[in-house]
């Protein structure tokens, strides 16, 4: 299952996050560990995706897997446990920042981000759906994106 999506800035402040399993208890938890694990080990690093190389960090910790990235001036963490173990959650991170930076059109400042808030969600939405990976293809999360109704069945 897939315990968390979160989107941070560089300093450190959650644009957008997403729980599944969690209870609201550990939530605040989660998101300061997430954020502090970030701040020191993704500090002046910066991520361009041009090529199909990606900079992912990669934790194992209390039966949990997290990866995290930078795309832009924008971290991203996804965590995960049981089924989905670090290749599980390299496959959703690649998906999620293929499509920010579908939407953003190029890695996004944290301004870029929050001015495209509304389809990052969607396309979050699309992709994680309940604590499970659901599309993962690029050209079927445009379509559903659109919120046009499906041409085939």
Known sequence: MLLAVLFANSEGNVLVER??????????????????????????????????????????????YI???????????????????????????FVVTSAIKDVCGKPPTERLFLDKYEKICLCLDEIVWTGLLENIDKDRIKRLVRLKPPTEF
Request: aromatic share 10%; with cysteine; proline share 1%.
């Open 67 to 93: 990866v995290y990235t930078v795309l832009g001036d924008v971290s991203i963490y996804v965590v995960g446990k049981d089924d989905y173990d670090e290749l599980a959650l390299s496959e959703a991170i």
């Open 19 to 64: 729980f599944n399993g969690v209870p609201a208890e550990e939530r605040l938890h989660w998101r300061s560990f997430l954020v502090k694990l970030g701040a020191g080990n993704l500090k002046g690093k910066r991520m361009v995706l041009v090529t199909t190389t990606v900079f992912l960090m990669i934790l194992f910790c209390r039966s949990v």
